[in-house]
């Protein structure tokens, strides 16, 4: 056993952020660590099975992208008492385990709010063990605060921090593009690649074309002309917008079908809402198991820019349209969306701003991505859950 692991993460909106630490709890599980994934969202989905203790805490969760206001499962504003029994569960496991390694995901560049109960954590892993290394887990792009939230930052991560994860590709997108890098910051980052589920783990390249895919899946999409144009949003209700967007297009030009894909964290009232105004090319179901290869087998992808999604179209190859979340000071996909049409992953487009595209525009530029065919190939890593390991022994290596 190489060591004992703590992950600590709260998904307030969507879904990524426990995706993204439930690959680096199996990465690091899966390199003889004893892991521990500490949940402070909403439940998702069963854990039983995963080779990584799970441990859930009781829930918070956002609405809109209101995240100052922390709500619990009813959506009413969680009461003090929430608060000081997270922090509590914590603190506990941090002494009951002694970890070797407390990670923190997306803390402290972001969920402040929730700061008591991370830097409570790390002081309780710290006297349960003195040398036990902490570091910070983020994705590839953040969103950039106010000068002085970055500032609160970059003294926490200097106080309690020894490094920061970086799951992502510098050559592809480089943390600078959504955050100030100093020199000082620059030393603590060590860049995994980027996370993918085990089945879209590469050599850290796109795969080859179709030819290693399973046969089949290519048929309507590439042969015949038939294949779906998929829509998909993750699992919020954020991609509500784009949604709507898209049965507006899909009317202008019924000669193609449509499928689309909500997160089960889409209301069941907007649900039924896209279910009866679709017209009838268009088919809208809840999000399944088989996406994966329904995603390979499209004529088109349209989806956000998060984080998964770029793994999803990578490994898929397919033709794809991204429109990034952008709602209040949201820029995280904005930034990344514009690093897949730069690389020539996908096309962008806005639901917002003076190149807000109209149901018209869409559907041509739907017209136009399905005519110009399947992406070029781009290297990017995405061996993240194959290097991340070797990462985190290294760095307790550098301690002894």
């Given at each position: 056993?190489?060591?004992?692991?703590?992950?600590?993460?709260t998904h307030?909106?969507?879904?990524?952020?426990?995706?993204?630490?439930?690959?680096?709890?199996?990465a690091?599980?899966?390199?003889?660590?004893?892991?521990?994934?500490a949940?402070?969202?909403m439940?998702?989905?069963?854990?039983?099975?995963?080779?990584?203790?799970?441990?859930?805490?009781?829930?918070?969760?956002?609405e809109?992208?209101?995240?100052?206001?922390?709500?619990?499962e009813?959506?009413?504003?969680?009461?003090?008492s929430?608060?000081?029994?997270?922090?509590?569960?914590?603190?506990?496991?941090?002494t009951?385990?002694?970890?070797?390694?407390?990670?923190?995901?997306?803390?402290?560049?972001?969920?402040?709010?929730?700061?008591?109960?991370?830097?409570?954590?790390?002081?309780?892993?710290?006297?349960?063990?003195?040398r036990?290394?902490?570091?910070?887990?983020?994705r590839?792009?953040?969103?950039?605060?106010?000068?002085?939230?970055?500032?609160?930052?970059?003294r926490?991560?200097?106080?309690?921090?020894?490094?920061?994860?970086?799951h992502?590709?510098?050559a592809?997108?480089?943390?600078?593009?959504?955050?100030?890098?100093?020199?000082?910051?620059?030393?603590?980052?060590?860049?995994?690649?980027?996370?993918a589920?085990p089945?879209?783990r590469?050599?850290?390249?796109?795969?080859?074309?179709?030819?290693?895919?399973?046969?089949?899946?290519?048929?309507?999409?590439?042969?015949?002309?038939?294949?779906?144009?998929l829509?998909?949003?993750?699992?919020?209700?954020?991609?509500?917008?784009?949604f709507?967007?898209c049965?507006?297009?899909?009317?202008l030009?019924?000669?193609?079908?449509?499928?689309?894909?909500?997160?089960?964290?889409?209301?069941?009232?907007?649900?039924?809402?896209?279910?009866?105004?679709?017209?009838?090319?268009?088919?809208?179901?809840?999000?399944?198991?088989?996406?994966?290869?329904?995603?390979?087998?499209c004529?088109?992808?349209?989806?956000?820019?998060?984080?998964?999604t770029?793994?999803?179209?990578?490994?898929?190859?397919?033709?794809?349209i991204?429109?990034?979340?952008?709602a209040?000071?949201?820029?995280e996909?904005?930034?990344?969306?514009?690093?897949?049409?730069?690389?020539?992953?996908?096309?962008?487009?806005?639901?917002?701003?003076?190149?807000?595209?109209?149901?018209?525009?869409?559907?041509?530029?739907?017209?136009?991505?399905?005519?110009a065919?399947?992406p070029?190939?781009?290297?990017?890593?995405?061996?993240?859950?194959?290097?991340?390991?070797?990462?985190?022994?290294?760095?307790?290596?550098?301690?002894?």
């Amino acid at each position: 056993m190489n060591g004992t692991v703590l992950i600590a993460v709260t998904h307030l909106l969507g879904s990524g952020h426990l995706v993204r630490a439930g690959h680096l709890a199996r990465a690091l599980a899966a390199s003889g660590y004893a892991v521990t994934l500490a949940s402070g969202g909403m439940p998702m989905r069963a854990m039983e099975g995963e080779p990584f203790a799970f441990v859930q805490l009781p829930p918070v969760k956002v609405e809109g992208v209101d995240f100052r206001n922390l709500l619990d499962e009813e959506g009413v504003p969680i009461a003090a008492s929430r608060r000081t029994e997270r922090q509590a569960i914590l603190a506990q496991l941090a002494t009951a385990l002694r970890p070797d390694v407390v990670i923190t995901e997306h803390f402290p560049f972001g969920r402040r709010q929730l700061a008591d109960e991370f830097l409570g954590l790390i002081a309780a892993a710290k006297a349960a063990n003195p040398r036990v290394l902490v570091l910070a887990s983020v994705r590839d792009v953040l969103v950039t605060p106010r000068p002085d939230r970055i500032a609160e930052a970059h003294r926490r991560l200097a106080d309690h921090f020894d490094g920061v994860l970086v799951h992502g590709d510098a050559a592809f997108l480089p943390l600078e593009a959504s955050w100030p890098v100093s020199a000082g910051l620059a030393e603590r980052l060590h860049y995994t690649g980027y996370l993918a589920a085990p089945s879209l783990r590469a050599e850290r390249s796109n795969p080859e074309p179709p030819a290693r895919r399973p046969p089949g899946l290519l048929r309507s999409a590439r042969n015949d002309g038939e294949g779906e144009i998929l829509v998909s949003g993750g699992g919020s209700g954020a991609a509500l917008p784009l949604f709507r967007l898209c049965l507006d297009a899909a009317r202008l030009d019924t000669s193609r079908p449509w499928r689309l894909f909500a997160g089960r964290g889409l209301a069941d009232a907007d649900f039924a809402g896209l279910r009866q105004s679709a017209s009838p090319n268009v088919t809208v179901e809840r999000a399944r198991q088989d996406f994966g290869e329904l995603l390979a087998a499209c004529a088109l992808s349209i989806s956000q820019a998060g984080y998964n999604t770029v793994l999803d179209l990578v490994a898929a190859a397919c033709p794809a349209i991204v429109v990034p979340f952008d709602a209040g000071a949201e820029t995280e996909q904005a930034v990344r969306a514009e690093a897949m049409e730069r690389a020539g992953l996908a096309r962008c487009l806005r639901l917002s701003g003076a190149d807000a595209a109209t149901p018209a525009a869409f559907a041509a530029a739907v017209k136009a991505a399905l005519t110009a065919g399947p992406p070029g190939t781009s290297a990017i890593d995405r061996d993240g859950a194959g290097t991340v390991a070797g990462i985190v022994t290294r760095l307790l290596a550098e301690r002894d």
